[in-house]
């Protein structure tokens, strides 16, 4: 059976590795954008647990057809 833990070394690992791929400069960049998109997700979230109330739906309103009776065509 295959345990899938994350010790302290592996989270070093992942960081020295983060570090070298995109330097120190693009880290707090990518930090930030995932912290945004966390915080509209759960803005998200909180938004569908309320019930949505659709205003009421008018019915369209018939108009009068009309009924003109057209004359054929005399050639």
Not at 7 to 19: G, R
Not at 53 to 67: L, N, R
Request: charged share 35%; hydrophobic share 40%.
């Amino acid at each position: 059976m295959v345990v899938l833990a994350l010790s302290a070394a592996h989270v070093i690992i992942v960081v020295v590795a983060l570090l070298l791929l995109f330097g120190g400069k693009k880290i707090p960049e990518l930090m930030s954008g995932i912290g945004k998109g966390m915080k509209d997700f759960k803005k998200a979230i909180k938004d569908d647990d309320e019930p949505h109330v659709d205003p009421p739906k008018e019915s369209p309103k018939e108009e009068p057809k009309a009924t003109s009776k057209k004359e054929p065509l005399k050639e």
